[in-house]
């Protein structure tokens, strides 16, 4: 393929035209993708500012139906013999940040005109003991009570290693990032798929600095896209001038 113009002709050979055709369009789809995950971290994050302002209470609403930060209330009562510790969860408290320990959900039984189900409530950060072996007492009052607290989802890390780490009829136990499936192996089917954050002003909880898990914010998405279609234009600027060859006019 020859195309000239006025002094110049663009030549390319089929081996830079085909390597240019084969990255230019992943560059561009990249750079598009972050944009959208830009977009969807900003309506996340309007999501969560409007389900603060309205409390639902959940005995009358699908709860998994229900968007994430949703700001929910539950009648029911706890059942702390069968308790978790998240392991592998630093303090998010600004006074003492990075700190070892763990999170601590707490099954809470939910009877809704006699159709029980079962949701763990994350009740906060507790440190742990220089021996891995002596477990924090984090014991809780089985009464019936309501409590408040934010929808979301169950801690996951970019990748697991190895499994959760249950181990059938241990209390408590000490897992790391389980699953839903996981999950339901040990507490049944009636168990919702996402977990309760405890509001910070509810009894009976410990360290508690929710915050929304955004991972990268909008801003830092937009520069990855930047990134991405900078070297798309680089890309193309380089399959250009590499292909365009001056020609001597012959007068």
Known sequence: MNLRICSY?????????LITLALLPGLVSLGWWQLQ??????????QAQQGKQQ??????????????????????????????FLDNMPSTDPSRPGQPGYRVLTPFVVDDQGNTALV????????????????????????LREIRGLIDNLPQPGVRAGDAGIKN?????????????????IYG????ARIILLDPDQAEGY?????????????????YAV??????LTLLIIYIVVNLKRIDVVK
């Open 189 to 192: 089917d009636l168990l919702f």
């Open 55 to 84: 409390l639902v209470n959940i005995q009358s609403e699908g709860f998994e139906r229900l968007p994430r930060y949703q700001h929910v209330s539950v009648k029911g009562y706890y059942d702390d013999t069968r308790q978790i």
């Open 37 to 46: 995950r830009a977009e969807q971290k900003r309506a996340l994050m309007v």
């Open 120 to 143: 763990l409530v994350d009740r906060g950060w507790v440190g742990g003991a220089t021996d891995r072996k002596q477990l924090p007492i984090v014991n809780v009052g089985s009464q």
């Open 227 to 232: 990134q991405w279609f900078g070297l798309a």
């Open 169 to 185: 009829g241990v209390w408590p136990q000490v897992l790391n990032y389980p699953k839903v499936q996981e999950l339901r192996a």
């Open 9 to 17: 002709v663009f030549a390319p050979s089929w081996a830079a035209t």
């Open 207 to 223: 360290s508690r600095f929710w915050s929304i898990d955004l991972g990268f914010t909008p801003e830092r998405h937009v520069g």
